[in-house]
């Protein structure tokens, strides 16, 4: 189902440390898992992405662990910079046919200088 | 590539006009898009899904007749807020899914545009 929240958990991260944002799907059936990056006031931005039949996937800082037994997905990202800071979403969804993309709460990410 | 670009980024309107906002995919054909509302610290919430050519798909709660969706061609999608209420104030932000590419799952959004109604 979708998540609703009014108070987005937040995560403090130094400058320079690894930072770990976690998410809870929702859809047993969902085989295709995104992470975006919302910036205040802008469209959420592809991170990286992950299908159902691997359960670890690296980007570019970036690395994205799915854990289908729990339905939990990770997003890591090292060496974390100021420029990191914005809400990080996970969305699940079907591949193929009709894609209905379901989003997670959202973790608020501040990079502490 | 695969840029999606939103028109206006701002709109400030009265209560009980109407409202159009446009969604382009620019370097790219997009046989989906998609709809979403997202109101201040909560996630997005998918209003409905345009398919080029045919009726959107609404979802649960959303009034068809009230968020008019048009999908003319494989670049462009408009969402009309008709008869505007306060209520509606959002940040409505499109998403489109590449046709025939390499993956066709992946959604990419575009910039949202800020609707305030006064």
């Known amino acids: 189902g979708e998540s609703v929240g009014l108070h987005l958990p937040t995560l403090s991260v130094q400058e320079g440390d690894n930072s770990i944002i976690n998410c809870a799907y929702s859809?047993?059936?969902?085989?295709?898992f995104i992470w975006y990056k919302q910036e205040s006031g802008k469209g959420p931005q592809f991170i990286i992405d992950i299908r159902s039949n691997m359960d670890k996937r690296q980007g570019q800082r970036v690395t994205v662990l799915l854990n289908k037994t729990v339905k939990h997905l990770s997003l890591q990202i090292a060496a974390t910079q100021p420029g990191d800071s914005a809400v990080y979403f996970c969305a699940e969804n079907l591949s193929g046919g009709y894609q209905k993309v379901t989003f997670g709460t959202g973790t608020k990410l501040q990079v502490i200088p | 590539g695969a840029v999606v670009s939103q028109h206006p980024s701002r709109v400030i309107c009265k209560s009980g006009t109407s409202v159009k906002i446009e969604c382009r995919s620019l370097d790219f054909q997009a046989t989906t898009m998609f709809w979403y509302r997202q109101f201040p610290k909560q996630s997005l919430m998918l209003m409905a899904t345009s398919n080029e050519g045919s009726k959107a798909t609404y979802e649960q709660g959303v009034e068809k007749d009230k968020f008019l969706i048009n999908h003319a061609s494989l670049t462009l999608s408009t969402l009309t807020v008709t008869s505007a209420h306060p209520e509606d104030s959002s940040f409505y932000i499109c998403?489109?899914?590449?046709?025939?590419?390499?993956?066709?799952?992946?959604?990419?959004f575009g910039p949202g545009t800020r609707l305030t109604v006064l």
């Open positions: 859809n047993s059936a969902s085989d295709y």
């Open positions: 998403s489109a899914r590449v046709y025939g590419g390499k993956n066709t799952d992946t959604q990419y």
